[in-house]
């Protein structure tokens, strides 16, 4: 603005004509000043190789990279990391199934008890193509889900108010410590005997077991909570509803997550128990029927069939919890 007012005033500014140019001037002035510049090229993005990994390009990002460019890149380095992590963890799984097929062959242990690894593969496929290990799989899949699903729904916000709330901490207290002291085992004869050996019988067992890691999870991930969010929020003026939902139900995610995986083991663990004292299906009955009738490969079969379960549902359960844990950059 300073600049602009002192500037003097020129010719056609007053009014006056202007002055005409002399020709030491002219020869002055550079032809080049008089020559248009043509406008600039646009720039396009530069692929360079970061120094972790020399073979990974980094795409760095010029207002001309597309959004799907950036998003397809970030999806290939995704799949990178993932595979390499798999490279790292294969070589023990690797190691587990060359062991387990080579000690009964080698008559380190005994092949009656303990067959081979491709012996048992074998049963599991005959078992998968005459229909009975789907079967059974598909009964003790809709049971854990069941009682797992209804023990989250429930459990979680029965936690995030006795957590929260004072008053219904007091009051639900004393109830939640004598059931929780309570094994779930102990107390399925007594479903058993109220719900029959059907199928609300097993389901109600394994809400009851899933209930208490979900629960006390969740009070605990309400209440450990660092206080200077807490306070830093309330002086930002929240109240107390805007304080649970933008501060104290995103910092206890993670803890409820925690509860959340330990219940889905426990679905499939307290099942198999469930099935193995009354069912007609299910992988514990599967399970407990080839030991009976001297089945050892379908035995060890329906075993791997419960732990490839057991995986799935704590890589299902990972995926959600990264879901909602987006915020947090670790």
Same mark, same amino acid.
């Given at each position: 603005m300073t600049d602009i007012l002192a500037a003097p005033a020129t010719g056609s500014a007053r009014g006056d004509a202007p002055a005409p140019a002399s020709p030491a001037g002219q020869a002055q002035t550079p032809a080049a000043a008089l020559t248009p510049v043509p406008p600039a090229a646009p720039t396009s993005p530069k692929?360079?190789?970061?120094?972790?990994?020399?073979?990974?390009?980094?795409?760095?990002?010029?207002?001309?990279?597309?959004?799907?460019?950036?998003?397809?890149?970030?999806?290939?380095?995704?799949?990178?990391?993932?595979?390499?992590?798999?490279?790292?963890?294969?070589?023990?799984? +690797?190691?587990?199934?060359? @062991?387990? =097929?080579? $000690?009964?062959?080698?008559? /380190?242990?005994?092949?009656?008890?303990? %067959?081979?690894?491709?012996?048992?593969?074998?049963?599991?496929?005959?078992l998968l193509l005459g229909g009975q290990l789907l079967e059974h799989f598909q009964a003790s899949l809709v049971r854990s889900l069941t009682g797992f699903g209804l023990a989250v729904v429930l459990a979680v916000p029965l936690g995030l108010a006795i957590g929260w709330y004072r008053p219904v901490a007091d009051f639900l207290s004393p109830v939640l410590e004598i059931f929780r002291n309570t094994s779930a085992v102990a107390l399925?004869?007594?479903?058993?005997?109220?719900?029959?050996?059907?199928?609300?019988?097993?389901?109600?067992?394994?809400?009851?077991?899933?209930?208490?890691?979900?629960?006390?999870?969740? +009070?605990?991930?309400?209440? @450990?909570? =660092?206080? $200077?969010?807490?306070?830093? /929020?309330?002086?930002?003026?929240?109240? %107390?509803?805007?304080?649970?939902?933008?501060?104290?139900?995103?910092?206890?995610?993670?803890?409820?997550?925690?509860?959340?995986?330990?219940?889905?083991?426990?679905?499939?663990?307290?099942?198999?128990?469930?099935?193995?004292?009354?069912?007609?299906?299910?992988?514990?009955?599967?399970?407990?029927?080839?030991q009976f009738s001297f089945r050892i490969p379908d035995m060890y079969a329906g075993i791997i069939t419960i732990s490839a379960l057991g995986l799935l549902f704590n890589l299902l359960l990972l995926a959600v919890e990264r879901r909602f844990s987006t915020w947090r950059t670790t």
């Open positions: 692929i360079l190789k970061t120094p972790e990994n020399p073979k990974t390009p980094e795409i760095l990002e010029t207002p001309q990279t597309s959004r799907s460019a950036r998003l397809a890149g970030l999806a290939r380095l995704g799949r990178r990391v993932r595979l390499g992590r798999l490279a790292r963890r294969a070589p023990a799984v +690797v190691l587990l199934a060359a @062991t387990w =097929e080579v $000690l009964p062959r080698t008559g /380190a242990v005994d092949p009656v008890f303990v %067959p081979p690894l491709s012996e048992v593969l074998r049963a599991w496929y005959d399925l004869p007594v479903f058993i005997l109220i719900l029959g050996l059907g199928e609300p019988s097993k389901i109600v067992f394994v809400f009851y077991a899933c209930s208490w890691p979900v629960l006390l999870n969740t +009070v605990s991930g309400v209440r @450990t909570v =660092e206080p $200077l969010l807490v306070k830093s /929020a309330r002086s930002l003026g929240l109240g %107390p509803f805007s304080l649970f939902r933008k501060v104290i139900l995103p910092a206890a995610v993670p803890t409820i997550f925690t509860g959340i995986r330990l219940a889905g083991a426990s679905s499939i663990l307290v099942l198999l128990f469930a099935e193995m004292v009354g069912a007609k299906a299910g992988l514990g009955y599967l399970v407990q029927d080839a």
